[in-house]
């Protein structure tokens, strides 16, 4: 006995063997994960099937191409020429894309370009690995649609608020028929927002099947840079239940409910159900939501949402106008978790995706006690032989539905992408964008204001 457990290290000798125990659980998972019988990913992750990313589904074709544009781009008051590359490859388990550009005005060449070695990593886009067969995701480059669960504390998260700081992030997905691991990082140095979920179907073996198809989760998050007032980070955990309770054809109906709560200790609780076809006659899928939320004080759905990156506690928007006059503090956009109170919302969300074609996303979250709270995010995608369209647009800070038709707010991110091949290898390619800069400033605050970019340019662009 006194060789298993030597009296003068006992905790020392108990630490090191939960350490290894725990060390090979992981392993063990990971392991399982890989061997068993795979079933179908999560749909709603990040960018795990989005069309614009996506390669051929036929593992026999492949492509790649190569584009040199040119013109001219406007930031703010200021026009400058352009120059840029554009390299991408897709495959069935492969694809990525690469866009290296350089801008020069009257006044020299636009510094945030070029200011940085981080500015190096910039021109990755993406690149993603996708293997069917092992339900095994991974993806570099900006987050542009990240959600964790149902998106009580993550929904739409990006790293492309503010274009010239965008980060380069990490997504990753693995599945079984028991469980599904995701995992993200808003940044490769792991010292921003990280969060982690991981769901289980306990009873996935049985015949039955409402019963087989019950899943459990439960998901985390935390930011190692945003504090929420004191000494402690941002963190919070979600955990969820959803059921199939209906099927008829390639559509079911599942009922899910979630608790949220975040560690200043306010929560929130979600009801509601989707209604979805993950693969209808191998053309196109289907998801449509309808749910209610119960908030306490401090509580926002989907808090970590598109404007983290530029509103939270560490940053926050100057209100359009409003720069600050001498030593007077300018005015913020008021729209944090400090100021939030009780509240009751609907969530509405719709998607419909043609494989490889179409896309089109929508969801409105209508929030009753915090008149011009509520959070509208949308994604467009056609692809054609010789178009393409690409529209991501979130706002913040609405009323009711009909409040999305007044004039954008200080809470509002748009990109605009179209590129239309008129001759040949002859291109015409636009790009607008709706977003945020910082603002120099000496205080613990990082300001930001918005930036308005468009960029019109004609190039050539080969296919291999």
Not at 37 to 64: C, K, M, V, Y
Not at 321 to 347: F, M, Q, W, Y
Request: glycine share 10%; aromatic share 12%; hydrophobic share 40%.
């Amino acid at each position: 006995m006194s060789l298993l457990n030597p009296p003068e290290a006992p905790i020392l000798n108990c630490s090191m063997y939960l350490g290894a125990t725990m060390r090979s659980a992981i392993a063990i998972f990971i392991l399982t994960s890989l061997c068993l019988p795979l079933a179908a990913q999560p749909r709603l992750f990040g960018s795990i099937d989005d069309p614009a990313e996506l390669g051929s589904r036929a593992p026999w074709l492949s492509e790649s191409s190569f584009g040199v544009f040119g013109g001219l781009s406007l930031i703010g008051p200021q026009w400058r020429s352009e120059a840029r590359v554009v390299v991408q490859t897709a495959s069935s388990a492969v694809s990525s894309k690469f866009t290296g550009l350089v801008r020069v005005g009257p006044l020299g060449n636009y510094e945030p370009d070029i200011d940085e070695m981080y500015d190096l990593v910039r021109v990755v886009d993406y690149v993603r690995l996708q293997n069917q067969q092992s339900n095994l995701y991974v993806r570099l480059g900006p987050l542009q649609r990240t959600r964790l669960g149902m998106g009580q504390l993550v929904n739409f998260h990006n790293t492309l608020a503010s274009w010239d700081e965008r980060r380069m992030g990490v997504e990753a997905s693995i599945s079984s028929p028991m469980f599904t691991l995701n995992a993200f990082a808003d940044d490769l140095n792991l010292d921003g927002l990280l969060g982690g979920q991981l769901s289980i179907a306990p009873l996935s073996e049985l015949p039955n099947r409402p019963l087989r198809s019950i899943v459990l989760s439960v998901s985390g998050t935390g930011d190692r840079m945003v504090d929420t007032g004191g000494k402690n980070p941002f963190s919070g955990y979600e955990i969820s239940g959803q059921i199939e309770a209906w099927r008829t054809g390639a559509f079911s109906l599942n009922p899910f409910i979630s608790y949220a709560r975040i560690k200043s200790g306010a929560d929130g609780y979600m009801v509601g159900t989707d209604l979805r076809s993950d693969n209808f006659i191998d053309t196109a899928r289907f998801h449509f939501r309808l749910a209610i939320h119960l908030n306490t004080d401090g509580f926002v759905p989907g808090v970590v949402g598109p404007f983290w990156q530029v509103q939270n506690a560490r940053a926050r928007i100057i209100a359009s106008g409003d720069k600050g006059a001498g030593d007077d503090p300018p005015n913020l956009v008021s729209h944090t978790l400090s100021n939030a109170s009780r509240s009751r919302a609907i969530e509405t969300e719709l998607r419909v995706l043609l494989f490889e074609r179409f896309e089109f996303w929508y969801r409105f979250v209508r929030i009753f006690d915090r008149p011009g709270t509520g959070e509208f995010n949308s994604r467009i995608f056609v692809q054609a032989r010789q178009y393409r369209l690409a529209i991501a647009y979130d706002r913040g800070g609405l009323g009711g539905f009909f409040t999305l038709f007044n004039d954008l707010g200080d809470l509002t991110l748009l990109r605009f992408e179209t590129a239309y091949r008129f001759h040949g290898a002859a291109w015409i390619m636009i790009e607008a964008r709706y977003t945020y800069e910082r603002v120099p400033d000496d205080g613990d605050l990082l300001l930001y204001e918005v930036q308005r970019r468009f960029d019109p340019l004609v190039g050539l662009r080969v296919t291999f």
